[in-house]
């Protein structure tokens, strides 16, 4: 039987990853995203904001179409970016990235544009709904920075049952995941059900942290 893996982020992101996992000896795959993205209305107030600030911040790919969509003709902000998929979509929207983070984690992300221009300066940072304010707080004392929750990022019950009838049925033998909610929202159906081992794979540190600090085993997955 082939092996068979699950991917979780949105479907228009799987193609690359089943190239990957088809080289690794994955032969089957399902897709059920466990992270869905609800753009909200940017009020005017916050497209001032974008369109004052002299950086923008994109810890994801999700914002990066409708920040960017409401930035004024002549107004070039500088760009920083972790991924470089996410800087590829900013170059998609017209934009150059001046900053590309060398490891995917906000600490990691701060740190080392800190270090690239240590001036202080004016930022807009877009997130969902989950996320911290460890950018704020970290760049915060030199730097004006506005964090504003722009997307949401939703399970959505229809998954849940998908992915409680994907786990009865056995067939799986991996599950990969891409940020620690992904890893959450799949936990808390997992843990209610019978527990078939299987083998987790991680993009990045902090999604790996997220998985061993619930008790399990987790293989980096290199982009």
Known sequence: MKKAVLLTRPL????????????????RFYEIPLCEIKQLPIPESIKNKINA??????????????????VEKGHRPLIAVIGKKTGAMVQACGFEVAFVSP?????????????????????????????????????????????????????LEERKAELT???????????????????????SVYDQTEKKPLVFY????????AITDSGYEAV????
């Open 53 to 70: 600030a002299e950086w923008l911040f994109f810890t994801s790919q999700a914002p990066v179409k409708s920040v960017l969509g409401v």
């Open 103 to 155: 490891q995917e984690t906000k600490k990691q992300f701060v740190s080392a544009w800190q270090e690239t221009f240590p001036a202080g300066t004016s930022i807009f940072y877009p997130k969902s709904q989950l996320a911290d304010d460890a950018i704020e707080q970290l760049l915060g004392i030199e730097n004006d920075v506005t964090g504003s929750v722009l997307y949401h990022n939703v399970f």
């Open 12 to 27: 228009a992101m799987n193609a690359e990853d089943q190239v990957r996992f088809r080289e690794a000896g994955y032969g």
């Open 202 to 209: 991680a993009i990045g540190d902090t999604t790996k942290k």
């Open 220 to 223: 980096l997955f290199q982009r």
């Open 165 to 187: 009838e994907l786990l009865k049925m056995g067939k799986l033998s991996a599950v990969y995941f891409a940020s620690p909610s992904a890893w959450k929202r799949f936990f």
